[in-house]
Antibody, heavy 123, light 112 residues
């Protein structure tokens, strides 16, 4: 059973960089046709996809966040990470990491999710 | 504003059937990209409920079903139970947004 666990500071000051790590257990991050994503959810609101990375290092980002986001992977540690720069209060949210599957040219979805971690942006 | 449009809320009595719609456009659902559904119980992470428009992962009751037509998709829940009270999200892929995954705004299901 694959498990994902987010970790990182729960409080970040405005204008600083938010950094989170997702540790994958129960399977190798390098195996299979998977991609690894970050998704966030402000309190009381819906889900927003942030971006994804394949273990090849190839990335895709949400255009609305692209200028501030970097996602990286460390296969030796079975981890992938998120950096979001120049944060404001609008970036306060629960951040989830998730495993994505591409089964065909038209089928992309998320089968495993971490429990989520709350990050608050405040001075 | 979400790329995929869902009703903010739906409700139904125990035992009834409810449906949740998800409307997209020609760059996502209408382009042939599959729709997937997630259930989010209060205070928990989303859980995959339906993938590939109509497929249920192992362990998901057959009370849950999905369909897709044109630029829209639907999630149906029959035999409504109190434990089904949750937020439901649809998700697809959008070719006009640099290969982005897109979500609906979510629908709150209340079991009366």
């Amino acid at each position: 059973q694959v498990q994902l666990q987010e970790s990182g500071p729960g409080l970040v000051k405005p204008s600083q960089t938010l950094s989170l790590t997702c540790t994958v257990s129960g399977g190798s991050i390098s195996s299979g046709s998977y991609y690894w994503s970050w998704i966030r959810q402000p309190a009381g609101k819906g889900l927003e996809w942030i971006g994804r990375i394949y273990t090849s290092g190839s990335t895709n980002y949400n255009p609305s966040l692209k200028s501030r986001v970097t996602i990286s992977v460390d296969t030796s540690k079975n981890q992938f990470s998120l950096k979001l720069s120049s944060v404001t209060a609008a970036d306060t949210a629960v951040y989830y990491c998730a495993r994505g599957i591409r089964e065909d040219w038209n089928r992309y979805y998320f089968d495993y999710w971490g429990q989520g971690t709350l990050v608050t942006v405040s001075s | 504003q979400s790329v995929l449009t869902q009703p903010p809320s739906v409700s139904g009595a125990p035992g009834q059937r409810v449906t949740i719609s998800c409307t997209g456009s020609s760059s996502n659902i209408g382009a042939g990209y599959d729709v997937h559904w997630y259930q989010q119980l209060p205070g928990t992470a989303p859980k995959l409920l339906i993938y590939g428009n109509s497929n249920r992962p192992s362990g998901v009751p057959d009370r849950f079903s999905g369909s897709k037509s044109g630029t829209s998709a639907s999630l149906a829940i029959t035999g409504l139970q109190a434990e089904d009270e949750a937020d439901y999200y649809c998700q697809s892929y959008d070719s006009s947004l640099s290969g982005s995954m897109v979500f609906g705004g979510g629908t709150k299901l209340t079991v009366l």
